[in-house]
């Protein structure tokens, strides 16, 4: 499916997850500047307790609470929360039980480890239903307080459990606010206005975690996104000379010669060189071959694919604005 082919302008809320060392922290941190482009407010949030938003925007550790942190391309602002269960254990009894005071004393008690021991699902609970409630939130004109809410959410491997635990939390309590509580946020997760995106690369591993998570998804019945293709490098060579050097086939006698003639095998072995530059160039075409067969395999998925590059440089402010823009031309927001 082509990129282009999808519309995500109906979806509120974009939830990012992939393997780990897929980059998945840097494309939801991108996805949120390519959002907010264009004058729109969005809020970037984050669950793990990693403090990755503040490393990728060079910043102190965030506070738990909303804090503008980028301005994104032709304007519009990115806001970031770093959810802190406990906190947002204290917010949820104050809301429906209106003991915060109380719920201090609690804590220190060990109260929401007590909680999350009896019914694990819980915490997760708390985290989604933060990141629900910032989706649905309005002001006092009833318009919507942000345009987008981007989450970067747990790896591949316990993404679907992670935003599908509402069900299991429900089942354990039939009546009273935990119940209404977790259908509130398993009206915004399983509703169109969210989208599940996945990060991978090119290789093997976190492609196959890509469709099967994508098959866990349809299973639960939660909406799936895209598929962003992170630290993608461009093939070196021409075509026609990557598939012969895939195969081996390397003249290293015509290369012996082109370094000698451009005089950079002086004092030296050009014959020596040569072969070990062939090799590099094999090496290269083999990757670039079995990329090519990871791609083919991504796009029997039928999801949209996004490709973003490999910043030579790093990734730093520079390059997540770099990212950001990549994503906008590829039509994804």
């Given amino acids: 499916m082509d990129s282009r082919d999808t519309d995500w302008d109906g979806v509120r809320l974009h939830v990012v997850t992939g393997k780990g060392g897929t980059g998945k922290t840097t494309v939801a941190a991108a996805l949120a500047l390519a959002l907010a482009s264009g004058g729109r407010k969005v809020l970037l949030v984050e669950v793990e307790g990693r403090q990755g938003i503040a490393q990728i925007f060079d910043l102190p550790p965030l506070p738990y609470e909303e804090r503008r942190i980028a301005v994104a391309p032709d304007g519009g602002d990115v806001y970031a929360l770093a959810v802190d269960p406990e906190e947002a254990m204290l917010e949820y009894l104050e809301m429906f039980y209106g003991m915060r005071r109380a719920g201090r004393a609690l804590t220190k008690m060990g109260v929401l480890d007590f909680a999350t021991t009896i019914a694990p699902g819980f915490r997760d609970v708390l985290v ?3 990141t629900s409630e910032a989706v649905r939130r309005r002001d006092k004109n009833g318009k919507r307080v942000y345009d987008a809410v981007v989450l ?22 039939k009546v009273g606010p935990i119940k209404n509580h977790s259908d509130l946020v398993r009206g915004v997760v399983k509703s169109p206005e969210t989208a599940v995106h996945f990060v991978t690369l090119l290789e093997e591993m976190p492609v196959q975690e890509t469709l099967d998570g994508l098959d ?11 598929v962003f293709i992170n630290m993608v490098r461009e093939p070196l060579l021409p075509r026609p000379v990557l598939d012969q050097a895939a195969k081996g ?14 005089g950079l095998a002086a004092g030296g072995d ?9 090799e590099e160039v094999v090496e290269h075409a083999r990757r670039t071959e079995l990329e090519r067969d990871e791609r083919e395999t991504l796009a029997a998925a039928a999801r949209p694919r996004y490709e973003l590059p490999l910043l030579a440089d790093g990734v730093d402010l520079a390059g997540l604005y770099e990212l950001a ?4 031309t590829q039509g994804a927001v």
């Fill in 128 to 130: 989604t239903g933060k």
């Fill in 152 to 173: 970067d959410a747990p790896p591949t491997g316990r993404i679907t459990r992670f935003l599908n635990v509402t069900e299991e939390v429900a089942g354990l309590a």
């Fill in 216 to 226: 866990e998804l349809r299973a639960a019945g939660l909406p799936a996104g895209g």
């Fill in 249 to 262: 086939r390397i003249d290293t006698a015509d290369l012996t010669a082109g370094l000698e003639a451009a």
């Fill in 270 to 278: 050009a014959k020596a060189l040569a072969e070990a530059l062939a």
């Fill in 325 to 328: 823009e990549s994503i906008r």
